[in-house]
């Protein structure tokens, strides 16, 4: 609820610029929050709601899976491909493994499975 409270006072805060407010959330809301969400006019997204076009949906529509969803992603991997603004897993598939050697520094072994598990998430 707070953090639907904060969303709309700063739209009211900047409204000469923006048409409407939208709170948008990786986790879920209350439904004291959607219900304020709604009172206001405020659109607002979150992982499963509203019903068509949540965040589930929108990701798993557009394959838009980051990175760290991937089981070989995990500490100074997760940073390194941070780092050199691969967020997103298709963004890995869109590399050949020498580009991605290149811009991370990771070994073949190491790429080669991050690769093999990005391809898995975006083509299942």
């Given amino acids: 609820m707070k ?3 904060y969303t709309y006072a700063r739209f009211l805060d900047l409204k000469d610029y923006f048409d409407y407010s939208w709170l948008a959330t990786n ?12 009172s206001v006019n405020m659109k607002i997204t979150t992982w499963n709601y509203p019903e068509k076009e949540n965040l589930q949906e929108l990701i798993e529509k557009k394959k838009l899976y980051p ?3 991937l089981k070989s992603v995990k500490g100074n991997i997760k ?3 941070s780092q050199v603004n691969i967020n997103l ?6 590399y050949n493994l020498e580009e991605l ?3 991370t ?3 073949d ?4 499975q991050i690769i093999k598990d990005a391809k898995e998430v975006c083509f299942y």
Avoid: H
């Fill in 67 to 69: 990175i760290t969803i």
């Fill in 27 to 38: 986790t879920k809301c209350s439904p004291d929050a959607v219900n304020y969400a709604k």
């Fill in 3 to 5: 953090v639907a409270l």
């Fill in 109 to 112: 072994k190491v790429l080669n």
């Fill in 101 to 103: 050697k290149s811009k």
């Fill in 79 to 81: 940073e390194r491909l």
């Fill in 105 to 107: 520094g990771f070994s």
């Fill in 89 to 94: 897993a298709k963004s890995i598939v869109d």
